[in-house]
């Protein structure tokens, strides 16, 4: 796929108004402790769209020039102030929401003592939840796009069933 496909922006370079079709990368980071998945989720800042509600990781717009790759990497520094490589994130699904296009990613953070760095304008708090937990904490507590979107909690949970 080409760098510049779904991008945020309109081919003058100037931001794609709102609604326009875009890209969006997102990245899951887990860890295993004692047998169990745990998932982080980050509460969203007050001050941003679904404040107080939680979502992936980390994610956001594909940027001009931008992969999915690269955004899904940038995100995670900006939001959570952990730099990754490409190595460390693993394609776990993509689809189409109509006017978005998503790209999932996985990290797997099990024994890497991460510190992170909060971006406070966009994130309140972090939290890792159990995968027996999932579905109900994203039911209770996430945004709404990821209430109404049973791809997240199915891939989650088909990737973890495999054994990986």
């Given at each position: 796929m080409s760098k510049d496909n779904y991008e945020t922006f309109t081919s003058c370079g100037t931001p794609s108004p709102?609604?326009?079709?875009?890209?969006n990368a997102n990245i899951w980071f887990y860890k295993k402790v004692d047998g169990k998945?745990?998932?982080?989720?980050?509460?969203?800042?007050?001050?941003?769209?679904?404040?107080?509600?939680?979502?992936?990781?980390?994610?956001?717009?594909?940027?001009?020039g931008e992969t999915f790759v690269e955004a899904a990497l940038r995100e995670a520094k900006e939001e959570i102030g952990i730099s990754l490589s490409p190595e460390e994130i693993y394609f776990l699904?993509?689809?189409?929401?109509?006017?978005?296009?998503?790209?999932?990613f996985l990290s797997d953070r099990t024994d890497k003592n991460d510190t992170f760095t909060l971006d406070p304008g966009e994130v309140e708090s972090l939290e890792w939840v159990s995968l027996e937990n999932l579905e109900?904490?994203?039911?209770e507590n996430a945004k709404s796009p990821l209430r109404k979107n049973p791809f997240h909690l199915l891939a989650l949970n088909s990737f973890f069933e495999a054994g990986k």
């Open positions: 709102k609604g326009e079709f875009h890209g998945v745990y998932i982080l989720f980050q509460k969203r800042s007050k001050q941003v769209h679904n404040g107080g509600k939680y979502d992936t990781s980390a994610g956001g717009h594909v940027d001009k699904y993509g689809f189409n929401s109509g006017t978005s296009i998503f790209q999932v109900s904490f994203i039911e």
